[in-house]
């Protein structure tokens, strides 16, 4: 099912967003137990999200070209009342106030937020090896012994492993996603600076940084 046709069975009840929720987040924990590809799942925020897409759609209120797509945010990319890190044991037990603008406007299309992704710490580095103290290297999806690229690493590499419809958002000073997704083999689109907003994004080179999203199945 592409991920047009899956958000518009959302829209018309043939799916449910909380059904469907808990198994991505199901299979997300699975995953991430053995590739490392979140830092951090956002159960609860995710299926009160879906609750709230259901009761719309019964009501006739549904909108949003995103309605019920799971959307995972790169570590460095703020989620309100999600520990966001940037990958640094420094910013452990951070819970930022605010959604990046990117983040809100996607879940004013009614996506779903399921978590935080790995990556290098404070996107230093090409391969997310340089990851932060107690942090874990996210591993290719399709050999462990290989490097998911970086620094959005956890964004390619879930991208390619997951089999439910989702979009990753990363972050990109140099490659960060671009590097990713060639490793992963998925789709990376990076935008010229300034196209996206950077509002509510941990800097690593603020003349450079940008945001765009990983994906498959689109």
Not at 17 to 34: F, H, L, M
Not at 167 to 183: H, K
Not at 194 to 213: E, T, V
Request: net charge positive; proline share 3%.
């Amino acid at each position: 099912m592409s991920t047009l046709e899956f958000i518009e069975n959302v829209r018309k009840g043939k799916i449910s967003a909380e059904a469907n929720i808990r198994k991505v987040i199901e299979e997300s924990e699975k995953i991430n137990g053995e590739y490392n590809y979140f830092n951090t799942i956002s159960k609860e925020l995710a299926i009160q999200q879906a609750k709230e897409i259901d009761k719309k759609v019964k009501a006739g209120k549904a909108k949003g070209m995103l309605l019920g797509l799971p959307v995972s945010v790169k570590d460095c990319i703020t989620v309100k009342d999600v520990e966001s890190t940037a990958g640094s044991k420094i910013l452990k037990g951070y819970y930022p106030t605010f959604n990046a603008t990117v983040v809100q406007r996607c879940i004013d299309e009614g996506a779903i937020i399921i978590g935080k992704t790995a990556q290098d710490e404070f996107g230093f580095g090409s391969f997310s090896v340089n990851v932060g103290v107690g942090f874990k290297i996210p591993l290719n999806p399709f050999d462990k012994k290989r490097v998911c690229g970086g620094s959005s690493g956890g964004a390619g590499g879930f991208s390619q492993k997951t089999q439910f419809n989702h979009i990753a958002l990363g972050e990109s000073t140099g490659g960060s996603i671009v590097a990713p997704a060639s490793f992963c083999g998925v789709v990376g689109l990076c935008p010229t600076y300034g196209l996206a907003s950077r509002w509510g994004m941990m800097d690593y080179a603020n003349s450079l940084d940008k945001n765009r999203a990983n994906g498959k199945n689109c």
